[in-house]
Nanobody, 122 residues
Framework: QVQLVESGGGLVQAGGSLKLSCAAS????????MGWFRQAPGKERDFVAS????????YYANSVKGRFTISRDDAKNTVYLEMDRLEPEDTATYYC???????????????WGRGTQVTISS
């Protein structure tokens, strides 16, 4: 069964840090581009960050650039999102996504996790 399972969400104060993990199973994910998206209440789901297979190409949304870091450990089939200097505006449900076609990842990923809640208090 193909699965992406996020973990690491929680409640932190503004200025704090969290590290999200996305454990992938059910297939070999090494050749897949992986990414993170987020959706705040009443808003659309937005792209946050992506990493190519092999990790050589990384993109960030402007709103998180310099504060968030995406990485992957293919030996563990896991992708991470390290979030620093968190702001109340970062409050959202964070979703992991994957697609074997990098060009499709931001527009319409083939695989989604169920999400993990991140809440930043001011």
């Amino acid at each position: 069964q193909v699965q992406l399972v996020e973990s690491g969400g929680g409640l932190v104060q503004a200025g704090g840090s969290l590290k999200l993990s996305c454990a992938a199973s059910g297939r070999t994910w090494k050749g897949y581009a992986m990414g993170w998206f987020r959706q705040a209440p009443g808003k659309e789901r937005d792209f946050v960050a992506s990493i190519s297979s092999g990790g050589g190409i990384i993109y960030y949304a402007n709103s998180v650039k310099g504060r968030f870091t995406i990485s992957r450990d293919d030996a563990k089939n896991t992708v991470y999102l390290e979030m620093d200097r968190l702001e109340p505006e970062d409050t959202a449900t964070y979703y992991c996504a994957a697609d074997e076609r990098p060009a499709s990842l931001r527009a319409n990923p083939g695989y989604w996790g169920r999400g993990t809640q991140v809440t930043i208090s001011s």
